[in-house]
Every structure is written in structure tokens, then in C-alpha cells.
Nanobody, 126 residues
Framework: QVRLVESGGGSVQAGGSLRLSCAAS????????MGWFRQAPGKEREGVAH??????????YYADSVKGRFTISQDNAKNTVYLQMTSLKPEDTAMYYC?????????????????WGQGTLVTVSS
């Protein structure tokens, strides 16, 4: 079925930048939204950002915690989304997962996830 492969994680110092990539393969025809959530040890899953991927869309959503620092974008030809992360903070440290969903529902996006990848680890040191 659908497969998602994340890449781009790593270790950086506070204030640094990373760019995450997520490539989708398989039949994604029923999906409308692609994005990222993260989870740190002992913490709840947190939606980070997502983007509408149908037609000439591109409407985006960002969690308050990353607004102004992270940017999500897409390359339709490659079925790929990116997350450009700047001004990273230690509290951004987490496993970051790419996901697909049928709905783009803002803050409640996590309720509608259909498939996600294995994750890529982001570690930000002080």
C-alpha cells in the first residue's frame, strides 16, 4: 500500500536549521493532506504542520509552537513534502513522523491520520 520515507533528521545546536523530507509512494488518491507530527519521550504526540496536496492547493497549518520558525512545502512531481526548520530550540527535540490523512482539519488533524512513516530523529542541544 502507501509507504512514507522520512529523511533529514540529525543533531544540531540551538539556533540551527534542518530540512526534513518525506517521500510518498503507492496509491495516495484518497488522501488530501500530508504533514508532520512529533513525539518526545514521555510526551504526547504533537501535530507540527500539514499541507493540502490536491490540485493547485497548498493551504498550510502550523502549530503555535513552531509558527514563524518552520515552513512546510511540497513538490507534487516527486510526491514529496519538506519541513524547513530554523531557529531550532531544545524543546524541538523529538522523533518526527511524516503522515497522510484524508482530511485537513487544523488543530484536530491528528484524529484523521491514515498512514505514517518510521520517523526521523531531531536532536537540538543547548
Amino acid at each position: 500500500q502507501v509507504r512514507l520515507v522520512e529523511s533529514g533528521g540529525g543533531s544540531v545546536q540551538a539556533g540551527g536549521s534542518l530540512r526534513l523530507s518525506c517521500a510518498a509512494s503507492g496509491n495516495t488518491g484518497s488522501m488530501n493532506c500530508m504533514g508532520w507530527f512529533r513525539q518526545a519521550p514521555g510526551k504526547e504526540r504533537e501535530g507540527v504542520a500539514h499541507i493540502y496536496i490536491r490540485g493547485g492547493g497548498g493551504s498550510t497549518y502550523y502549530a503555535d509552537s513552531v509558527k514563524g520558525r518552520f515552513t512546510i512545502s511540497q513538490d507534487n512531481a516527486k510526491n514529496t513534502v519538506y519541513l524547513q526548520m530554523t531557529s531550532l530550540k531544545p524543546e524541538d527535540t523529538a522523533m518526527y513522523y511524516c503522515a497522510l490523512s484524508r482530511a485537513c482539519s487544523g488543530a484536530s488533524w491528528l484524529r484523521y491520520l491514515d498512514v505514517w512513516g518510521q520517523g526521523t530523529l531531531v536532536t537540538v542541544s543547548s
